[in-house]
């Protein structure tokens, strides 16, 4: 597609219920990025995929959170028992390759709500 | 202490006017620096990149001192679409250059 895309757009979900955040990178893109944005702050590092492989995940911030991206195109960001700690937006961005020469394309975001 | 820090603001400002924004970091290991602007409830979209020389683009101006470990970015003649918030970004080097952004600068231009 064109841009970065990702969905749900919104999620409202109970404390302890697990959710699934998917993004579907620029076609071709290589790297593709999470970031966890909490309100009022910039956007921080989860974790890095290169094709399939997951290269870098030392931004998750506990093992409730897991990432994959089997086939080396979309990604999808699994929370397992979610916390109201959770509530942010999640922003995807992939890039032509890793040393971001040619930029990063962020999607518009999942604002996960945690009730 | 974050990586990068800015003032969050809000930096209220008349149309028209120039405005300055300054961030530092702190791993002197950063090899690329960039602003970023993030509109409400928007994704992050680049504004510009940041040069050891200094770049101009346009009504945007953005400097960084490595000595300092400082950037700036100076926005001349605002205007009312500029009212977004701005992100200082670092990236380090490895096998990804993942970005780390500051908290972010928010400014409104008001009429």
């Not at chain 1, 757009?9 to 620029?26: E, F, N, S, T, W």
């Amino acid at each position: 597609g064109a841009g970065v895309s990702q969905s749900p757009r919104y999620k409202v979900a109970k404390r302890g219920q697990d959710v699934a955040l998917r993004c579907d990178p620029i076609s071709g893109h290589v790297s593709l990025f999470w970031y966890q944005q909490a309100l009022g702050q910039g956007p921080e590092f989860l974790t890095y995929f290169q094709n399939e492989a997951q290269l870098d995940k030392s931004g998750l911030p506990s093992d409730r959170f897991f990432a994959e991206r089997p086939e080396g195109s979309v990604s999808t960001l699994k929370i397992q028992r979610t916390q109201q700690e959770d509530s942010a937006v999640y922003l995807c961005a992939s890039s032509l390759e890793g040393q971001g020469v040619y930029g990063y394309t962020f999607g518009s975001g999942t604002r996960l709500t945690v009730v | 202490r974050k990586e990068v820090e800015q003032d969050p603001g809000p930096f209220n400002v008349p149309e028209g006017a120039t405005v300055a924004f300054n961030c530092t970091y702190s791993n002197s290991a950063s090899q690329s620096f960039f602003w970023y602007r993030q509109d409400c409830r928007k994704e992050p979209k680049l504004l510009m990149s940041v040069y050891s020389s200094g770049n101009e683009d346009g009504r945007f101006t953005a400097q960084l001192n490595r000595a300092s470990q400082y950037i700036s970015l100076l926005i001349r003649d605002s205007k009312l679409s500029d009212s977004a918030t701005y992100l200082c970004v670092v990236t380090v080097g490895g096998s990804a250059r993942q970005l780390t952004f500051g908290s972010g600068t928010q400014l409104t231009v008001l009429p």
